[in-house]
C-alpha cells in the first residue's frame, strides 16, 4: 500500500526566511509526487509535481521541491517565504501504474512578519 | 474556464438523517473524484469516477454512502444515514486525460458537513 508521511504538524518561518516542508513516502513501484496547497474555506490547488526526469522541480508561486529516492523524500522549498505563504500544504503520492492518489496528513505553515 | 463547482457549501444534519452533495466538474474532464477531510487530516479518496463507470471506490463505507455520474458528467455523493464521524468536508475533484495519468486534479471548494 502506498503512504505518504508529514512529520510536522506546523512549521513556523519569519517573513524572508526560507521555508522547507518535509515529506517522505512509500510506494512500490515508481512513485509520482505532488504538493497542494490549502487556503483557508477554499479547496486544494495543485503547486508541482516530479513524474520523471530532473530531481529538483519547481512549481507555482516561486515553490520548488526535490525528489530523493534513496530518502524517498520529496521536501516542499521556498528560499524566500511570503506571509501569504501561510496556508495548508499537502504532499501526495501516485504509483506511476496506479490510478489512486494519496495525501499526506497535511503541514500547516505560519509566515510571521 | 469555470473551476469544479460543488454544493451546498455548507449542512448540518442530525445523526441518522440523509445528505445529498453535488459536483459538476470542469468541462471535459472524464476522470471525477469524491475525497473526505477530517477536520486536521488529509484528504481520503472515496471514489474516483472514468466517466460514468467507477474506477475505484474501495474506501467508500458502502453500507451508508453512495456515489453516481450517471451522464459522465455532474456527480452525487450521498450519505444515508449519517452518522457523527461523518463530519469533515467533502471536496470533489476532476482531471484531464493527462491529469488522471499524472495526478494533476482540480479541486472545488468542498461541501462541509456537520452531524449533531
Known amino acids: 500500500a502506498q503512504s505518504v508521511a508529514q512529520p510536522e504538524d506546523q512549521v513556523n518561518v519569519a517573513e524572508g526566511n526560507p521555508l522547507t516542508v518535509k515529506c517522505t513516502y512509500s510506494v512500490s513501484g515508481n512513485p509520482y509526487l505532488f504538493w497542494y496547497v490549502q487556503y483557508p474555506n477554499r479547496g486544494l490547488q495543485f503547486l508541482l509535481k516530479y513524474i520523471t526526469g530532473d530531481n529538483l522541480v519547481k512549481g507555482s508561486y516561486g515553490f520548488e521541491a526535490e525528489f530523493n529516492k534513496s530518502q524517498t523524500s520529496f521536501h516542499l522549498k521556498k528560499p524566500s517565504a511570503l506571509v501569504s505563504d501561510s496556508a495548508l500544504y499537502f504532499c501526495a503520492v501516485r504509483e506511476a501504474a496506479g490510478n489512486k492518489l494519496t495525501f499526506g496528513g497535511g503541514t500547516r505553515v505560519l509566515v510571521k512578519p | 474556464e469555470a473551476g469544479v463547482a460543488q454544493s451546498p457549501r455548507y449542512k448540518i444534519i442530525e445523526k441518522r438523517q440523509s445528505v445529498a452533495f453535488w459536483c459538476n466538474p470542469i468541462s471535459g474532464h472524464a476522470t471525477l473524484y469524491w475525497y473526505q477531510q477530517i477536520l486536521g487530516q488529509g484528504p481520503k479518496l472515496l471514489i474516483q469516477?472514468?466517466?460514468?463507470?467507477?474506477?475505484?471506490d474501495s474506501q467508500l463505507p458502502k453500507d451508508r454512502f453512495s456515489a453516481e455520474r450517471l451522464k459522465g458528467v455532474d456527480s452525487t455523493l450521498k450519505i444515508q444515514p449519517a452518522k457523527l464521524e461523518d463530519s469533515a468536508v467533502y471536496l470533489c475533484a476532476s482531471s484531464g486525460t493527462s491529469g488522471s495519468r499524472t495526478g494533476e486534479l482540480f479541486f472545488g471548494e468542498g461541501s462541509r458537513l456537520t452531524v449533531l
Open positions: 469516477f472514468q466517466n460514468n463507470g467507477v474506477v475505484d
